[in-house]
């Protein structure tokens, strides 16, 4: 019997049996392999768009304003400010968190609201709103009327900040319109620079000095009129948002002796 004849059939079959089991298991490896590509493949495209998420996310908070509860129509935003103003005059003004809301507004600012406030120190427009900070927009000059630079400060709170209303803001026994109307009066130039307050309440002083009773405060009034109607008139900018109704320009005055803030029609 020859060598061949001799050899049992079944090696030949294992023989062929450990091909297959090489075979096998190079393809099991390859697939393995395969698999472990389309994971890690997986991997870096649920990276990308985590990052892609954690991007969008930083954005949304870039753009989002430091006080969403200031982003209000004007009608809310007078309504606010005299909601204020009301606890401001009861004594029962709010606590405000001066350091949570420092932290906020470190990025940016979203005033609810614009004020044109005279100079003279008992009038705070933060303490008579009850606001915080970052909550008004405040312009102040004795005899509370718009300047070139306050109409420029104005398009900035509007275009810029988005703020929605305008107040004009005079008070009782106002020093500078009272000075104006004895200036006038008395024909007599005050000293320094104070010939330009004059020049810039003049024409409210005039518009009633023919009226009999209370002149300064009737100059007050007009002084408020004359500057909300500048203002809301001020081409290109204050003009075209109020058209497009979302600015409103209004006038009021403040009450020395008890705080209320008085609107005017
Ligand atoms: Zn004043």
């Known amino acids: 019997m020859c060598e061949t004849c001799r050899e049992n059939p079944f090696d030949r079959f294992r023989l062929s049996r450990r091909k297959m089991l090489i075979v096998a298991a190079s393809l099991l490896s390859v697939k ?22 954690e991007k969008k996310e930083e954005k949304k908070e870039t753009n989002a304003p430091p006080k969403p509860q200031n982003v209000l129509s004007p009608d809310a935003s007078l309504e606010r400010l005299l909601k204020g103003n009301s ?26 609201a614009a004020i044109l406030s005279c100079a003279d120190s008992r009038i705070a427009p933060e303490y008579a709103f009850d606001s915080g900070r970052g ?9 509370n009327f718009a300047t070139s630079e306050v109409i420029a400060s104005m398009e900035y709170a509007v275009a810029v900040l988005g703020v929605p209303l305008i107040l004009v803001l005079g008070h009782e026994s106002c020093g500078a319109v009272d000075a104006a109307i004895k200036s006038l009066r008395d024909d007599k130039a005050l000293p320094g620079h104070m010939p330009s307050l004059v020049d810039a309440v003049a024409p409210a002083v005039k518009a009633v000095s023919q009226q009999a009773g209370d002149v300064l405060g009737k100059a007050i009034r007009q002084n408020v009129i004359d500057n909300v109607g500048k ?15 979302k600015l409103k320009v209004v006038g009021g005055v403040y009450g020395l ?9």
Do not use: W
Not at 87 to 110: I, P
């Open 32 to 53: 393995a392999a395969g698999a472990k590509e389309e994971k890690r493949k997986e991997k870096k495209e649920e990276k990308k768009e985590e990052k892609k998420e």
């Open 87 to 112: 606890r401001y005059v009861e004594g029962v003004s709010l606590r405000h968190d001066f350091k949570h809301e420092r932290e906020a507004l470190a990025g940016g600012q979203n005033p609810y």
């Open 135 to 143: 909550d008004l927009f405040v312009c102040r000059v004795a005899g």
């Open 231 to 245: 203002l809301s008139s001020a081409t290109p900018i204050l003009s075209a948002a109020v058209e497009q109704r």
């Open 257 to 265: 002796r008890d705080g209320r803030v008085e609107m005017m029609a």
